[in-house]
């Protein structure tokens, strides 16, 4: 029986010999992504960190101390509340930062066989870059994290820890996702460069990270309101302060509706091979 079995896997080439999940080398691929972030950290982790945290520093500076922000009912420090957003903000570009450089960088280099050869399935590929972009978001948060718990008048305790992490995970996904979506269209970093400028960073100061949508007129709320990256800040900020400018059951729905459409169409894109095997 075994020598019938060994046969019949040789007599069809193709045959998958692996096990459900080539656990194995999904750990490589995300191992060799991390590794390659973590080589220049100083420019992928604490560079963000540092430019974040001026950010806070610039309009904690120019709004002054006795600057207020009404939100959810309540009154809060302007420092505790742009804080919380500032974080996820500096998480979500280098999820997108890092997500949107492998498959690109591997089309121009001519290396993409690198990432489409091994016998890695789709799911495991996408799982392996992804996990590795919210890694590196991770990372640039928790620096981001520390350094504000040292910065005087400024309080950024998590009040609900299960929204600092979901809305967290939640916001470093949706970027992955869409860096990925960016890595398979793009042919130079031209492209790349053009949906940071034209999306991503409008997407991102639009969200209320430094105002509480509740001033805008009607109309600007409305709009704000389809921005998904508002109920990531929004949310991420519950989770410090206990108090969002929308519903946080609302908008963790929200961001998984959106992140389950996103990660389906990078597996249909990556499964077919759209501009990566032409």
Not at 5 to 11: E, H, I, K, P, Y
Not at 228 to 250: A, E, H, M, Q
Request: net charge neutral; with cysteine.
């Amino acid at each position: 029986m075994n020598g019938q079995s060994s046969n019949d896997t040789l007599s069809n080439p193709g045959t998958p010999v692996l096990a459900i999940v080539n656990w194995e080398g999904l750990r490589t691929l995300y191992v060799k992504e991390v590794r390659r972030f973590f080589k220049v950290q100083l420019q992928t982790i604490w560079a963000p960190a540092i430019t974040t945290l001026l950010f806070l520093v610039i309009f904690t500076v120019a709004l002054g101390a006795r600057s207020d922000v009404h939100v959810g009912g309540e009154t809060v420090h302007f420092a505790d509340f742009v804080a919380p957003g500032l974080i996820i903000m500096g998480m979500m570009q280098n999820a997108f930062a890092n997500a949107s450089f492998s498959l690109l960088v591997g089309k121009m280099q001519g290396t993409i066989v690198d990432y489409l050869m091994p016998p890695l399935s789709t799911a495991e590929l996408l799982a392996a870059l992804v996990g590795a972009a919210m890694t590196r978001a991770a990372l640039v948060g928790l620096a981001v994290w520390l350094a504000m718990l040292l910065w005087p008048g400024v309080h950024v305790t998590p009040a609900h820890l299960w929204a600092v992490l979901w809305f967290g995970l939640m916001g470093s996904a949706l970027l992955s996702f869409l860096g990925i979506l960016t890595s398979i269209w793009a042919e130079k970093f031209d492209h790349a460069a053009a949906v940071t400028n034209f999306v991503v960073q409008p997407l991102s100061l639009l969200s209320g990270t430094f105002y509480s949508v509740e001033k805008l007129h009607g109309s600007f709320q409305a709009i704000s309101h389809a921005n998904p990256f508002f109920y990531v800040i929004s949310g991420f900020r519950y989770g410090f302060l206990g108090v969002s400018d929308s519903p946080v059951v609302t908008g963790a729905l929200v961001l998984l509706g959106v992140n389950l459409v996103l990660g389906w169409l990078c597996y249909v894109l990556l499964a077919r091979g759209w501009k990566l095997k032409n």
